[in-house]
C-alpha cells in the first residue's frame, strides 16, 4: 500500500487549482490528477504495509492554527504539475514535526 499524509483542501483552493489545470491543459502542458484527488502531502511514506503506525504519528501531532495559501512558483515532476503553497511557520511546523515523529517510528 503507498502511503502519505495530507491537507485536504477548502473549496475555495481546490477552485483556485482547477482554474490552474485548466489553463494548463488549454496549452497541451502536462497531466493533472483527478479533482478528487487535490491535496496537499505532508510526508510522504511510500510503500507500507502497516498504516497503523503512521496513524499513531499522526494522532500524536498537535498543531497551531494555520493558513494555507496557493502561492509561489508551480513545478512538475516528470509531466504531473504541482502549485507552491505560500510559506506559512505553523503549517511549517506541523510538516516538520509529523516528518521527525515518523522517522521515529521507521518511515524514511
Not at 491537507?7 to 502542458?29: F, H, K, M, Y
Request: charged share 20%; with cysteine.
Amino acid at each position: 500500500m503507498r502511503l502519505f499524509l495530507a491537507i485536504q483542501l477548502s473549496p475555495a483552493v481546490r477552485e483556485a487549482l482547477l482554474t490552474a489545470q485548466d489553463a494548463l491543459r488549454r496549452q497541451g502542458r502536462g497531466s493533472f490528477p483527478p479533482p478528487e484527488n487535490l491535496h496537499l502531502t505532508l510526508a510522504f511514506l511510500g510503500e507500507a504495509e502497516d498504516p497503523a503506525r503512521a496513524r499513531a504519528a499522526l494522532s500524536e501531532v498537535s498543531c497551531r492554527p494555520f493558513s494555507l495559501a496557493v502561492g509561489g512558483p508551480p513545478g512538475h515532476f516528470g509531466d504531473l504539475w504541482w502549485a507552491g503553497v505560500r510559506a506559512d511557520p505553523a503549517l511549517e511546523e506541523l510538516a516538520v514535526s509529523l516528518q521527525a515523529d515518523l522517522r521515529s517510528r521507521g518511515f524514511c
